[in-house]
């Protein structure tokens, strides 16, 4: 059950706040940059980030080495692991408290439908929700063939409203927020829209290969993206160049299908 949501309004605490910063494009990229510059406005924003892109890990955790930190400059780390490694090592090792908030992103790319269950950004976020502190993650859904520069700009500027809101709302109870943003200016923007998630495959997105000596090997990657079409879906709110925030809930339990097992299913033991 969703707890009562805290007012924090003293912009003596928001100045104060300690603010973390992550994503799974690396340390290096723009988009992360352009959120750690949106987040400073904010509070005491840091930045503990993946060495290098380790796009569509999910919810992986290093635990069979060490991991290895390597401080950047001042309040900016690299870490040679996942974004939620990124994550555990900041809240218990490198911040200075628990932070008011966690901000992953700004992905170079959408986290829409299917897409949450690869995507390292949105697993950084839920990482930090499971320790109890609101989070969201921020992505720029890119045309195939953009127009340069991408407008990270539009998506920082958003993720810096969404921040205040938590810093003086806070969220509610084991609940993030997956944030997809279009790559378009801010004059271009329709609006906002709260979403359900969305149900996209692809098709095609294992390929067949070989090397030179002619051994056979698969990639993954790719592929032509089908969904599902619904009004209220994240997809469809950034079809139409709405902002999609969609809640994500941590308990995946679907409560219909554990009713329905309770009064259909009769299973005895032996």
């Known amino acids: 059950m969703p707890i009562s949501l805290i007012c924090r309004n003293s912009d003596t605490i928001r100045s104060m706040a300690i603010i973390l910063v992550t994503n799974d494009d690396g340390v290096h990229s723009p988009g992360l940059i352009s959120l750690f510059n949106a987040m400073k406005e904010l509070g005491d924003a840091y930045v503990i980030a993946p060495d290098r892109e380790r796009s569509a890990v999910s919810h992986a955790l290093t635990m069979h080495r060490p991991l290895r930190v390597e401080k950047l400059r001042e309040r900016v780390y690299s870490v040679n692991g ?14 200075p408290e628990k932070p008011a908030f966690v901000v ?55 993720a810096k409203k969404i921040g205040r809101y938590i810093l003086d709302n806070s969220l509610p109870y084991d609940t993030l927020l997956n944030v997809n943003v279009p790559d378009v200016s801010l004059n271009n923007i329709k609006g906002i829209k709260f979403t359900r998630q969305g149900k996209r495959i692809y098709e095609g997105s294992v390929h067949e290969t070989f090397d030179p000596h002619g051994e056979k090997h698969y990639w993954i990657g790719g592929g032509t993206p089908y969904w599902e079409h619904g009004e209220d879906t994240d997809i469809q709110a950034i079809q139409e160049n709405h902002i999609s925030i969609t809640p994500i809930h941590l308990d995946l339990t679907n409560y219909d299908a554990l009713q329905f097992l309770r009064d259909r299913l009769k299973l005895n033991i032996g």
């Open 104 to 158: 992953s992103g700004i992905n170079k790319g959408a986290n829409l439908g299917d897409d949450i269950t690869y995507s390292g950004t949105v697993s950084a976020a839920i990482e930090s929700t499971i320790m109890g502190i609101p989070s969201f993650a921020v992505s720029l859904v890119i045309a195939k063939k953009p127009a340069l520069p991408l407008h990270f700009d539009t998506a920082a500027g958003f």
């Open 82 to 95: 996942t974004p939620t490694d990124c994550v555990a090592v900041a809240v218990n090792k490198i911040l």
